[in-house]
């Protein structure tokens, strides 16, 4: 499958505000999109994992314009329009450093907008330890920040509800996960099927590999569609969502029902925050 033309370099130029970004993200041609899958359940189930080899929906706006339809996944994409197929063979990366998105799950679910109203029902995440999913990724989250920073890389602390068509040179969604089973444990990542970069698998790559080395912690064998249908990766139905040409993954980064894991997540946090920062560097400056 061919990747787009696409270009995001990885050159820091100088700073600007981070509204150069969303100002950018603003031109995009409104998408008015009925989509089956809501993507507001990221957490494992059961009933609705597939294999790490998941079919992955990313394809370049050619493509998808020239085959509106449904796919096996059930997902529906409708054809482009000339308008928007210009924007995306012609986009270019805005200037200023190099920014990263980091989205700390289940945070402020609250405060969704309308048309995120689902996430609601499912509160804090999932627990463990008397400890809430939304508060351990949030501490995962802010130590991943302050070590991109000092690699001189702009950072957004994101809650659930994600900027109107949010771009970035990464995003990656930080959630923790659950099970019924206590002895179920490890960490698993998944990028966006929705993705026009053609970036998210080398991305995710790097996560697996540096996550890995700084928590010791053993991979989870199973990637869910929920997770790489994951609401913020469908900017076709959400305004607030990430747009195609950003590198997007989520990291379930262990599971709160897991006293292994909550050693890590929960009781050291730092290696966390290490190994996904280490990752993220590894991809876009190495």
Known sequence: ???????????????????????????????????????????ENPADVASVGVKNEQQIPQQVAASGGFSRWGFYWREFSEEEKRFYENFKRPEGPLRVGLQAGHWKNGEVPGELSGLKRNGDGAVGGGRSEAEVVLEIARRTKALLEKEGIAVDLLPATVPKNYIADTFISIHADGNGNPSVSGFKISGSRRDFSGKAPKLVEALYESYGRETGMSRDSSISRRMSGYYAFNWRRYEHAVRPMTPAVIIETGFMTSLEDRMIIVDHPERAAKGIAGGIINFLLK
């Open 1 to 43: 499958m061919k990747t787009p033309l696409l270009i995001i370099g990885s050159i820091a130029l100088a700073a600007v505000g981070v509204g150069v970004w969303y100002s950018a993200a603003d031109n995009i041609p409104e998408v008015q999109f009925s989509d089956i899958e809501a993507g507001f359940e990221e957490a």
